[in-house]
T-cell receptor, first 116, second 113 residues
């Protein structure tokens, strides 16, 4: 079974609007972390935001926030006030802390295009 | 500044040749990883190493080899046994159980000609 599922291959958003990128995950490990990365066309992976499984509040980092719904196993990324520079691939990822594997599992990504 | 350096940025390989991709980090991270990314797809783990002189296979290790003789370095060799090596390769590093993900290099794009 896929550990990370991103069901939106592509998304479009108008500049200055908010957009939500979906991510669901699957794990039996009680201790895990969820990450979002941005990959511009240049290829590097840029860390955006982190949510721990025991965190009580949703994570926020500037214009990025993570809508964490633990019971539904979802960790959607919300980008507010979209900018043209937000156009990129976005990847959701998970790390399981108790299994000891120390690996980061990635989804297949969502390509976001911001329209002027 | 601390970071991860991958070289070269672009690499061309003839069929039947082995090539080695370089990955160096000065972050004092214990763990290092190699991922492969195909167009329009996510990252798949090739190999990872949690300490010097030790490494484990990831999900797609066939046709690849690695070494970890120094903490700072984790080179990846793409051997002739890898049937479809054309891809984008990303190296990453992390501290054990760090709750803030991995730090990535800028990648190497390998093309078989």
């Amino acid at each position: 079974a896929q550990k990370i599922t991103q069901t939106q291959p592509g998304m479009f958003v108008q500049e200055k609007e908010a957009v939500t990128l979906d991510c669901t995950y699957d794990t039996s490990d009680p201790s895990y972390g969820l990450f979002w990365y941005k990959q511009p066309s240049s290829g590097e992976m840029i860390f955006l935001i982190y949510q721990g499984s025991y965190d009580q509040q949703n994570a926020t980092e500037g214009r990025y926030s993570l809508n964490f719904q633990k019971a539904r196993k979802s960790a959607n990324l919300v980008i507010s006030a979209s900018q043209l520079g937000d156009s990129a691939m976005y990847f959701c990822a998970m790390r399981e802390f108790q299994t000891g594997a120390n690996n980061l599992f990635f989804g297949t990504g969502t390509r976001l295009t911001v329209i002027p | 500044d601390g970071g991860i350096t991958q070289s070269p940025k672009y690499l061309f390989r003839k069929e039947g040749q082995n090539v080695t991709l370089s990955c160096e980090q000065n972050l004092n991270h214990d763990a290092m990883y190699w991922y492969r990314q195909d167009p329009g797809q996510g990252l798949r783990l090739i190999y990872y190493s949690q300490i010097v002189n030790d490494f484990q296979k990831g999900d797609i290790a066939e046709g690849y080899s690695v070494s970890r003789e120094k903490k700072e370095s984790f080179p990846l060799t793409v051997t002739s046994a890898q049937k479809n090596p054309t891809a984008f390769y990303l190296c990453a590093s992390s501290l054990p159980r760090e709750h803030y993900g991995y730090t990535f290099g800028s990648g190497t794009r390998l093309t078989v000609v």
